[in-house]
């Protein structure tokens, strides 16, 4: 045990670099395993949609939803998605695929809106821009 003590305070920066590598990746696994959300492709998202009966939702504003939308897809913009729980309970018990324009993260809004009792919530991987790249249909003026 001495000799741990020795080598320590001869390499103190090579210890204490190894001590921030290892609590940097406990906190990442921590992290990850308590703020992440599935995110499925859009193909996966379809047969959600198709054999589970899940709820598309756009959290884009009216105008880009009115343009270019998924089919069947409700909108619950960003901005009012506290206003539109009830609204949302209404789907409770159905999964729920999230999208907004592109790729970027919505775990804090995936909570939001299974808090509202739709189970379980996804991200559409790519976002609206994946769904088009998949070349699937969208509804809309656009």
Do not use: C
């Not at 210890?15 to 703020?35: C, D, K, P, R």
């Not at 949609?49 to 884009?60: K, L, M, P, S, T």
């Not at 309970?89 to 790729?103: D, F, L, N, T």
């Amino acid at each position: 045990m001495d000799r741990v003590f020795e080598f320590a305070a001869a390499h103190w920066m090579l210890v204490g670099l190894t001590v921030a590598v290892v609590i940097a990746l406990a906190a990442n696994e921590i992290y990850l395993a308590l703020g992440t959300r599935a995110a499925v492709d859009p193909t996966t998202a379809t047969r959600l949609y198709n054999q589970q009966d899940a709820v598309f939702i756009d959290i884009r504003d009216e105008n880009a939803y009115h343009k270019r939308h998924l089919p069947g897809a409700l909108n619950v913009p960003e901005k009012h998605l506290d206003q539109r729980g009830d609204y949302l309970a209404g789907y409770a018990g159905r999964p729920a695929v999230v999208y907004a324009e592109g790729a970027r993260s919505l775990s804090a809004i995936l909570a939001r809106i299974e808090a509202a009792g739709l189970t379980p919530v996804y991200q559409l991987q790519g976002g609206l821009a994946g769904w088009q790249e998949a070349n699937l249909p969208t509804e809309g003026r656009g």
